[in-house]
């Protein structure tokens, strides 16, 4: 029988409807009853591509016993942390201050009446293994110390809570005029430290730092760490390594080895409009490499097949597990994208095989479990022979052609088994569509059209801007998600941020005003409900939607996301040169104050910021011709803006730098040496 999460839009909410558990959403009514009852909270959160949500819904979530124990002595409540990333954030942070480590799925239990933590975790197994305990004798415990340890638990209550609320209220640091080069160096050259040391573990895209360190190359700064050596590398990473799908384009999340073999094969919306945007910049920078175009192009190719809906907008995710036969119980990891080495000498002729082996690892020991997952071992353009071999590779998974327009999603684990697929049964996509994640994919397509002019690309993210304008707004009011059709969830401080971004990036690469005009209208949105008046800066949630969170928080910390506040002020700094309103300057400078002290404490954390802090330091207006735009847009100029106007006849351009503007340029060599002046002077 199922639960009431089975009445809920969150696909990752709905593949929990059938579990034993008496799940609530989070919502008024389900805190109101923990707290009538007296009885702790166990809040689960995830998210439908997450692997190890899959295996505890799978495991711990469908036992009876387990079930039986939750029931009787806790109010289960699961949260998607795509729709609330505000509840997310505040309890993963809880957790890594308890534990000193996090991750989903995030299971965390709350007092009632406050709801405070006082105990928190991740996967749990049904039985002991892995060196964790059974989720049982966990939740038995628990239950024990809640009722019999009330002091105790109070004082480690109010001792968490302290902690959460002083990291929420951060003490300013360096004065205005401290937020100078000499800062800023500090985080450029830590970025490029950070993506240039030797992996041990897991390997991650991190690209708020590869962007802020690619942002070094210009000042040519002595450091113990090249900062265009370390971004190249990335790039090849990116591009060659097994993270990135050869076949059928797109890339995964990250690769659990160092050397970016072996992916955790989900696909996520945000990762790819991030990679799309570096690699693109990469190009801009000078770094003319083949395989970075290809994986753009393909990636472009991939988003428009599988992950752009009838209506414009773009999917979230593509699940890492997928379904080998309708008669599986359970779906196994990666096996959409892996091959076995017979498999490819069959499919391909002796020369192509031959080629592929000298190209790829190609083995026949394979390098994932047997498997083998195609990685390339060397750069520049693949060869006839090679593209015409992976296009095999690509009938054999998807059972048509390599020119497919579009391949349909699978919206849940029955329609993957029943669809009737002509070639391998694909992973669950989950079609919501995010605010803030289709505004990295927006971005990352304005870009890559601002470098190679492929209308596609465009056209693909003015599509998606138009269907957020058109649907996401609500008496007035901005949303987040949509299901269906259906917008949901006001929008959170990213969405607002990433959104504005988007909508500048397009304003940029075509000047058409319309995208400005809208860019400015949100930002009055957001200042009226997110901006903080007494603290500066973004919080995540508006005002009128916080009255459920312990804390209220402004995330400057960044992730696999950007932090909003960091692009928020990148954003307030090009609207001040493009507008000629220094109001928009005057709240990029609070919000720089506001998060100074972390910049200078923990550069590490937040390079985001530091971005906005080079935007601040370096902003430069370009007004120039259309005919001289499309040129200066291709380059690679971090910190500039452009207008096209009509110029005096003896002018080509004028650079301004901040405030300030240079005598117009009478030629294009003096424009460009104007505006490589700007991007590092002082």
Same mark, same amino acid.
């Given at each position: 029988m199922s639960n009431r999460l089975a009445q809920e839009s969150s696909l990752y909410l709905r593949k929990h409807a059938e579990n034993p558990i008496d799940w609530w959403p989070w919502s008024q009514e389900a805190l109101e009853k923990a707290k009538a009852e007296n009885k702790p909270i166990l809040l689960s959160i995830g998210y439908s591509s997450c692997?190890?949500?899959? @295996?505890?819904?799978?495991?711990a979530f469908s036992d009876n016993a387990i079930a039986q124990y939750i029931n009787a002595n806790f109010i289960p409540i699961k949260v998607d942390r795509e729709e609330r990333p505000d509840i997310d954030s505040i309890y993963m942070q809880a957790l890594q201050m308890m534990s000193g480590q996090g991750g989903w799925p995030l299971n965390i239990f709350l007092s009632p009446d406050d709801l405070v933590p006082f105990y928190g975790g991740t996967y749990f197994p049904v039985e002991p293994r892995y060196g964790r305990p059974g989720f049982l004798q966990v939740l038995q415990a628990l239950r024990r110390h809640y009722d019999t340890e009330t002091e105790k638990m109070q004082s480690l209550k109010e001792e968490l809570l302290g902690y959460m609320q002083q990291a929420a209220v951060l003490q300013t640091g360096v004065e205005t005029q401290g937020l100078d080069k000499n800062l800023l160096r500090r985080g450029l050259e830590t970025s490029a430290g950070v993506i240039d040391s030797d992996g041990q573990g897991a390997s991650f895209p991190m690209i708020p730092y590869t962007e802020l360190a690619l942002r070094g190359v210009r000042f040519n700064f002595e450091s113990k760490s090249d900062p265009k050596q370390a971004c190249s590398k990335r790039g090849l990473d990116l591009a060659l390594g097994g993270i990135y799908d050869h076949v059928g384009g797109g890339f995964h999340r990250y690769t659990v080895d160092p050397t970016w073999t072996v992916p955790h094969f989900e696909k996520m919306l945000y990762d790819n409009g991030q990679i799309v945007e570096y690699l693109a910049n990469l190009w801009s920078a000078g770094l003319k490499e083949a395989a970075f175009e290809r994986a753009i192009a393909h990636t472009v190719k991939w988003l428009k097949r599988e992950m752009t809906a009838p209506e414009g907008y773009f999917y979230a995710a593509q699940d890492a597990d997928n379904f080998t036969t309708p008669e599986e119980a359970e779906p196994e990891e990666g096996a959409f994208y892996i091959w076995s080495y017979p498999e490819i000498a069959e499919l391909l002729t002796p020369q192509e095989f031959a080629e592929i082996q000298e190209?790829?690892? @190609?083995? %026949?020991?394979?390098?994932f479990e047997g498997k083998i997952v195609l990685q390339r071992r060397h750069p520049g353009k693949l060869t006839?022979?090679?593209e015409a071999a992976l296009e095999k590779l690509f009938e054999a998974r998807y059972g048509a052609k390599a020119g497919l327009e579009t391949f349909p999603? !699978?919206? +849940?684990?029955?329609? !993957?088994?029943?669809?009737?697929? %002509?070639?391998?049964? %694909? %992973?669950v996509t989950d079609t919501k569509m995010i605010v803030a994640w289709n505004s990295l994919m927006i971005s990352g397509l304005a870009r890559a059209y601002g470098v190679f002019s492929k209308e596609e690309y465009l056209s693909l993210a003015g599509g998606a801007a138009n269907f957020i304008l058109d649907r996401q707004f609500i008496d007035g009011r901005f949303h987040r998600l949509n299901y269906d059709g259906c917008p949901s969830v006001l929008a959170q401080s990213e969405d607002y941020a990433l959104f504005i971004k988007a909508l500048l990036d397009l304003h940029q690469v075509t000047q058409a005003r319309f995208w400005m005009k809208k860019a400015i209208q949100l930002q009055e949105e957001f200042d009226e409900f997110l901006w903080s008046v007494e603290l500066g800066g973004y919080y995540n949630t508006a005002k009128d939607a916080s009255s459920d969170l312990i804390v209220?928080?402004?995330?400057? @910390?960044? +992730? !696999?996301?950007? !932090?909003?506040n960091g692009i928020a002020i990148a954003n307030l700094v090009r609207l001040a040169m493009l507008t000629e309103n220094l109001e928009y300057l005057d709240r990029a400078e609070q919000t720089l104050q506001a998060f100074s002290s972390i910049m200078e404490r923990s550069p590490q954390a937040c390079p985001g910021l530091f971005t906005g802090l080079d935007w601040y330091l370096h902003c430069t207006l370009l007004r120039t011709t259309v005919n001289q735009l499309a040129s200066a847009i291709a380059q690679y100029l971090p910190t500039t803006v452009c207008n096209a106007e009509v110029m005096p006849s003896e002018a080509v351009g004028l650079v301004c730098q901040g405030l300030t503007c240079l005598q117009p340029a009478q030629t294009q060599d003096q424009m460009w040496e104007q505006l490589l002046q700007s991007q590092t002077r002082g």
């Open positions: 692997h190890w949500c899959t @295996v505890m819904e799978g495991e190209q790829f690892t @190609v083995t %026949p020991g394979g390098n006839k022979t090679l999603p !699978a919206r +849940n684990n029955k329609e !993957a088994k029943t669809g009737n697929w %002509p070639g391998r049964i %694909p %992973p209220r928080e402004r995330s400057y @910390v960044d +992730n !696999a996301t950007p !932090a909003p």
